[in-house]
């Protein structure tokens, strides 16, 4: 009788890991052109976030977030307006498309639907789709450019990154009004042209996106750094990493105009700076925030 009822128990359990195994971390794309980057992993359940969680919890939900259950070298499907492509995922289940459509793709939100081959359940998300229209688009950096992470100070930093929940987190004033009013120059119905580009890892997805729907940020797309797995981005070259992802973006949509916004922690200043004079009619302006005494620059 035990023995039936442990393996209804492991039945029970797995199927509740095959439900929804994909974890889709950015998706965007132009009319011919789709990327999508995320991971199979077995999903967990976490307990309601709040502000009164002690700093055991925060630290706990943290290391379960990061710590995934990967799903390895296992075959994921893709499907967008009637056509099918499909790629590897590594040995740490991570995957990305980079994918040229046959038909032309039409400005707006365009389904995406994914599985794993051996999986019938189905993920669904959608990607915002730019086609040459000319828009105004913002690039911006997270810590100390939205929240508040103190980067210069390791230790600060460490305890606002796992002992904190995004609940206690504090917002950098003006910025959230600053990026309405710059996407509000562009028509009524326009994709998301906002794009946060960081350096921390993909395993910090579910806690950055957790503050930004937070504190109610524009529809965006959420670059973060792939550190683990193949095909890894530069683990320490800054302006190795953000221009990588800069420039391809550029070229992704070539009539858009740009606004960077970034700090004076780390190199976003010079990145900037480099990104401004090579393409100068693509970049509008770029500010930096100074982390010391919270004054934002900017430069045109």
């Known amino acids: 009788m035990f023995k039936k009822i442990l393996l209804l128990t492991m039945l029970l359990i797995s199927i509740g890991h095959t439900k929804d195994n994909i974890v889709v971390y950015h998706a965007y794309g132009n009319s011919h052109q789709v990327i999508v980057q995320g991971r199979m992993e077995?999903?967990?359940?976490?307990?309601?976030v709040t502000?009164?969680?002690g700093w055991f919890r925060n630290l706990w939900r943290r290391l379960r977030q990061v710590e995934g259950d990967e799903i390895e070298s296992a075959t994921i499907n893709l499907s967008i307006n009637h056509e099918t492509f499909k790629t590897n995922g590594d040995d740490?289940?991570?995957?990305e498309f980079n994918i040229k459509t046959k038909?032309?793709?039409?400005?707006?939100?365009?389904?995406?639907?994914?599985?794993?081959?051996?999986?019938?359940?189905?993920?669904?998300?959608?990607?915002?789709?730019i086609d040459n229209t000319p828009l105004v688009g913002i690039?911006?950096?997270?810590?100390?450019?939205?929240?508040v992470s103190d980067v210069t100070n390791k230790i600060s930093l460490g305890i606002n990154t796992v002992f904190k929940n995004y609940k206690q987190r504090t917002l950098v004033p003006t910025m959230l009004e600053r990026f309405k009013k710059i996407l509000a120059q562009n028509p009524k119905g326009t994709p998301s042209t906002l794009?946060?580009?960081?350096?921390?890892?993909?395993q910090l997805f579910i806690p950055v996106e957790e503050f930004l729907d937070y504190y109610?940020?524009?529809?965006?797309?959420?670059?973060l750094k792939k550190a683990h797995g193949a095909n890894k981005d530069p683990l320490t070259d800054q302006f190795a990493?953000?221009?990588?992802?800069?420039?391809?973006l550029i070229k992704l949509y070539p009539n858009m105009k740009w606004v960077m916004f970034g700090d004076s922690g780390e190199k976003d200043a010079q990145i900037y700076k480099a990104i401004k004079e090579k393409y100068p009619k693509k970049v509008k302006s770029y500010f930096i925030r100074v982390v010391k005494s919270g004054e934002i620059k900017e430069y045109g």
Not at 241 to 248: A, D, H, M, S
């Open 51 to 53: 502000q009164d969680d």
């Open 139 to 147: 690039i911006s950096d997270f810590d100390d450019t939205i929240i």
């Open 92 to 95: 740490e289940g991570y995957f």
């Open 42 to 48: 077995k999903k967990k359940d976490f307990k309601k």
């Open 241 to 248: 990493y953000k221009t990588q992802k800069i420039e391809r």
């Open 103 to 129: 038909e032309v793709l039409p400005m707006g939100f365009q389904k995406i639907v994914l599985n794993i081959d051996g999986n019938k359940n189905l993920h669904e998300t959608n990607t915002p789709i």
């Open 195 to 202: 794009f946060v580009l960081s350096g921390s890892p993909q």
């Open 216 to 223: 109610h940020f524009p529809k965006h797309t959420l670059i």
